[in-house]
């Protein structure tokens, strides 16, 4: 089902408002297009690069990273996880008004899936505009959310976004620029956080190497969110699982740690299995907090 209003964006190059076009002929495409005539087409996998100049000095995901993400959250490990965000978000939803949510660190989309499910429950006037620096996660999530627009941008730039347009913008496990944040929601938007607690996958850190959560985490996320945002609320997640050594190597391999470890090496020290031991899964925790933030200023 598509979004039933356009997506505000802008252009990176000039600021002028994109615009979605259809352009048909022997090629027919969809394009984003501003009023100078700048264009930027989609990509044969339905997302936009708006990736301009040098592009980004990030890092972004691999491939194979990517597919290790999606094959685990498909899997439904973290659903309670998206179940939660998505409720934070459709907290803000008016029935039968228009929404606009902006997910930034998008990765293959199934966080952002979960929550235009339940929006369009509340609402059919909703607009995504989706943000990642990973082709390949963006492959993914043009697939899943169809509806949404997916970009391929850095979010440490300014975001193809206008001014005071959204309602909310959710950051699971992504960077943070607090001031373009600020910028692109409404005085009344929020700002949905996820981040890991300590003790976060703590059994699966020590197997693999894998860097452990850092002390006073939510003290820093205040800090570099200061000035511009102050905290309203928080939610602890907690999910219980039991992995088989492939998928806790797909979760070890999915994030951070993917860009230094590799998921073979990872796979094989996983599955070192005790003869006495019938069962070959594993106890493993993930811990996380959500915390919505609203703007500094006079919002409600």
């Known amino acids: 089902m598509p979004s039933s209003a356009p997506p505000p964006l802008r252009c990176p190059l000039c600021g002028d408002h994109l615009k979605v076009a259809n352009i048909t002929g022997e090629a027919a495409h969809r394009s984003l297009i501003c009023g100078a005539a700048h264009s930027f087409d989609a990509a044969r996998q339905g997302y936009f690069n708006l990736l301009v100049g040098k592009g980004t000095v990030f890092e972004a995901d691999s491939a194979d990273m990517v597919a290790a993400r999606f ?3 498909a899997a439904g490990h973290y659903r309670p996880l998206a ?5 934070a978000v459709v907290a803000r939803v008016l029935p039968g008004s228009p929404f606009t949510v902006l997910d930034s660190g998008t990765g293959t989309g199934h966080y952002l899936r979960i929550v235009l499910d339940d929006v369009r429950r509340v609402t059919g006037e909703y607009t995504a505009v989706a943000l990642d620096i990973s082709k390949f996660a963006l492959r993914r999530s043009a697939r899943l959310n169809p509806e949404a627009v997916n970009l391929a941008c ?19 496990f992504a960077p943070r620029n607090a001031a373009e944040f600020a910028r692109v929601l409404r005085p009344d938007g929020r700002l949905v956080v996820v981040t890991p607690r300590a003790g976060h996958l703590g059994s699966l850190a020590t197997r693999t190497g894998m860097l452990a959560i850092e002390d006073e985490k939510d003290a820093r996320l205040a800090e570099s969110l200061g000035g511009h945002f102050v905290p309203e609320s928080s939610r602890d997640v907690d999910i219980h699982m039991r992995l088989t050594p492939g998928e806790m190597a797909d979760l070890a391999f999915m994030g951070p740690a993917g860009h230094h470890l590799d998921r073979a090496a990872i796979a094989a020290r996983l599955d070192r299995r005790d003869p006495d031991k019938p069962d070959p899964t594993s106890a493993v925790d993930a811990l996380f907090r959500i915390t ?8 409600a």
Do not use: C, E, K, Y
């Open 83 to 87: 179940d939660a965000v998505s409720a």
């Open 154 to 172: 850095d979010v440490w730039q300014q975001l193809p976004v206008a001014d005071a347009a959204v309602d909310v913008v959710t950051v699971i």
């Open 292 to 299: 919505v933030f609203r703007p500094v200023g006079p919002a």
């Open 71 to 73: 094959n685990f959250l």
